[in-house]
């Protein structure tokens, strides 16, 4: 039996900042990592450079049963904490868009610096961990492949069910559940669409067109991307609005953001009346996609002059423009997704100490736990935040 101060149960992002706090604290820490080395989420993140946070991370980019949770470790480790860190690390890195983080070079730096960190505070780190059972007996008693560890404090960081092929499983959720803690129902976030039928084929035919648009998804809006699929639909203002989506849901997608589209055209008919309208279209959208929207919505008016196109039909093209409502018929799941939407139910835990609080000593923290960030960097903040918060008292 192997005894410690800190047991930390995955070795991703919030489990090895958790371990570094408290290993600096003189804490006694052993990091138990089931696959065959830590950060993984980390090294394929951001295209391989880790968008390690976001410089406008605040609690209305996260999404919870309990909105105000996140906002006691946000603010007491915030992510200019973490850029000074990185800074101090030497680690070159640039602003992407909206604010997002990431590393010049590679996302290996990030994994590398908490390696670094792991070391200088005598973490211990136990890979091709199997964990076949825990117990509590006034301690934490864990037997694995890699022998029996016990420990006064127990620290969750099992992660979420998103990319499965990365070691993502429900282990986290089930320890919970064996402690009598609540787990609120889960399901994909930040994942692409998939359609069937006649929208399946029409994103096969664009597969590979990208456009800018507004997609709204109960009310929430997101303005970016939409890249169009084999499958269906993604790109980051897609992903941005499945984490609001519900099965049996439509999504609307203005495909000219910011510009009422039924005035421009009217505007558009005075300015060249014999323009066809496809052709006036192509200012704005790919003219694949108005071949399809007019076989899908216009019954052929794309290739009609303007000047012979009525004000009333104008407006009613427009519409379908600024409110193109589509039902997807689901997500990817969790094959593709970044996140993981539900977990550990928050009015379990200490927002303050990430503490359960029908079980002393036992500790949930990052994905596991029912906050889910928007996509940008914010997920990577809420791992160092409330790591950080569960290091400072495990």
């Known amino acids: 039996m192997t005894n410690a101060d800190v047991l930390v149960i995955g070795g991703g992002a919030a489990g090895l900042m958790c371990a570094i706090t408290a290993g600096r604290r003189g804490r006694s820490v052993v990091v138990m990592e089931g696959s065959n080395r ?6 394929m993140s951001g295209g391989g450079r880790c968008n390690f946070t976001n410089l406008y991370c605040g609690p209305t980019n996260f999404l919870s049963h309990n909105p105000h949770f996140c906002k006691s470790a946000l603010s007491r480790y915030t992510q200019h904490d973490f850029i000074a860190w990185v800074e101090e690390h030497g680690i070159a890195y640039h602003e992407k868009t909206a604010g997002q983080l990431f590393c010049d070079e590679s996302s290996k730096e990030i994994v590398a610096m908490l390696l670094r960190e ?6 211990r780190i136990v890979t091709d961990c199997d964990i076949q059972s825990i117990a509590f007996t006034g301690t934490y008693e864990v037997t694995s492949g890699s022998g ?11 992660g979420g069910l998103s ?3 990365m070691g993502a499983s429900g282990f986290g959720y089930d320890i919970a559940r064996q402690f009598g803690l609540n787990v609120l129902a889960t ?3 930040l994942v692409p669409f998939t359609f069937t039928g006649a929208l399946h084929e029409m994103m096969q035919r664009l597969s590979g067109i990208s456009v800018r648009a507004a997609v709204t998804a109960n009310g929430t809006t997101f303005t970016d991307d939409v890249l169009f699929t084999h499958r269906g639909l993604s790109g980051p203002a897609i992903l941005q609005a499945s984490s609001f989506w519900q099965p049996g849901d439509a999504i609307d997608i203005d495909l000219l953001a910011g510009i009422d589209a039924a005035q421009w055209l009217i505007a558009a008919k005075s300015e060249q009346p014999r323009a066809l309208l496809r052709t006036a279209l192509a200012k704005y959208i790919a003219r694949a996609l108005v071949a399809e929207l007019q076989d899908h919505l216009w019954r052929r008016r794309a290739e009609i002059p303007l000047t012979e196109l009525s004000n009333d039909v104008l407006r009613e093209i427009g519409n379908t423009l600024n409110q193109w409502r589509i039902k997807p018929a689901a997500t990817e799941g969790y094959r ?5 939407l539900g977990g550990v139910d928050t009015g379990e835990l200490s927002s303050k100490t990430m503490e359960s609080r029908r079980q002393p000593g036992l500790y949930f923290i990052g994905e596991v736990v029912d906050v889910t960030g928007h996509l940008g960097g914010f997920n990577f903040q809420w791992a160092w935040s409330s790591g950080h918060a569960a290091g400072l008292v495990v």
Do not use: H, N
Not at 118 to 123: E, H, I, K, L, R
């Open 336 to 340: 593709t997704a970044e996140v993981t």
């Open 163 to 165: 990319i499965p092929k």
């Open 38 to 43: 830590v950060g993984k989420k980390i090294l």
């Open 148 to 158: 029996a560890f016990a420990a006064p404090s127990l620290v969750i960081a099992t």
């Open 187 to 189: 399901q994909a976030g």
């Open 118 to 123: 792991c070391d200088t505070a005598g973490v």
